[in-house]
């Protein structure tokens, strides 16, 4: 099957389900065998360089690609180009977090540019869809999940630095991740649904 091929497969939107579901399944297993984490002193990253960090990062890169390729897709069934932007600037945070993965906390700086890059490129796709989503009748609730992602985030690292968590930044991390990963999955199961129908996006 050709690159092409695979973008316009009518099931490339479980991609962007299969993606987040992953990571933060494994996210959470990390977590859970590692008993030195702790929310307010650590950095979710710092998973990627103790014993469980062939997990944790290996479900980073997967999740990253996953969603490239989905976010590739979508270009190409939105009809907008608000819509096709906002994708591509989800493309970039996709790869940016499959660098995450590649470059861990021992690979400094680059491990630090790709971290901020990821969650300043998914908070600013948020921005972009969800005010356009929200617009659309037919797809109100992802615009509402997006702007939902946008003020969650915003809200953790603004608090995060005007007054802090912690010494850590696992918290404000999760709060733009984890929303971002479940808004994402929301998007994928939406293009699915309207590839199945054949209905324009």
């Given at each position: 099957?050709?690159?092409?091929?695979?973008?316009?497969?009518?099931?490339?939107?479980?991609?962007?389900?299969?993606?987040?579901?992953?990571?933060?399944?494994?996210?959470?297993?990390?977590?859970?065998?590692?008993?030195?984490?702790?929310?307010?002193?650590?950095?979710i990253?710092?998973?990627?360089?103790?014993?469980?960090?062939?997990?944790?990062?290996?479900?980073?890169?997967?999740?990253?690609?996953?969603c490239?390729?989905?976010?590739?897709?979508?270009?190409?069934?939105?009809?907008?180009?608000?819509?096709?932007a906002?994708?591509?600037?989800?493309?970039?945070?996709?790869?940016a977090?499959a660098?995450?993965?590649?470059?861990?906390?021992?690979?400094?700086?680059?491990?630090?540019?790709?971290?901020?890059?990821?969650?300043?490129?998914?908070?600013?796709?948020?921005?972009?869809?969800?005010?356009?989503?929200?617009?659309?009748?037919?797809?109100r609730?992802?615009?509402?999940?997006?702007?939902?992602?946008?003020?969650?985030?915003?809200?953790?690292?603004?608090?995060?630095?005007?007054?802090g968590?912690?010494?850590?930044?696992?918290?404000?991390?999760?709060?733009?991740?984890?929303?971002?990963?479940?808004?994402?999955?929301?998007?994928?199961?939406?293009?699915?649904?309207?590839?199945?129908?054949?209905?324009?996006?």
């Open positions: 099957m050709t690159l092409k091929g695979i973008l316009l497969h009518r099931k490339i939107g479980w991609l962007a389900v299969i993606g987040p579901v992953y990571a933060l399944g494994s996210i959470a297993i990390s977590i859970s065998l590692s008993p030195w984490f702790g929310w307010r002193n650590n950095a990253s710092d998973l990627g360089v103790h014993a469980v960090a062939p997990i944790f990062n290996f479900s980073l890169i997967v999740c990253g690609v996953l490239a390729v989905f976010s590739c897709g979508a270009m190409f069934r939105f009809r907008s180009w608000i819509s096709r906002g994708m591509a600037v989800m493309f970039q945070a996709c790869v977090l660098g995450i993965g590649v470059f861990t906390e021992d690979y400094s700086p680059h491990h630090f540019y790709f971290s901020v890059t990821f969650f300043a490129l998914l908070l600013l796709a948020a921005l972009i869809l969800g005010p356009y989503f929200l617009l659309i009748r037919r797809t609730w992802l615009g509402a999940a997006g702007i939902g992602v946008v003020v969650l985030g915003l809200f953790g690292w603004a608090y995060h630095i005007a007054v968590w912690g010494a850590g930044v696992a918290i404000p991390e999760a709060m733009t991740f984890v929303p971002g990963g479940v808004w994402f999955a929301m998007l994928g199961l939406f293009v699915v649904r309207r590839d199945c129908s054949k209905e324009k996006l």
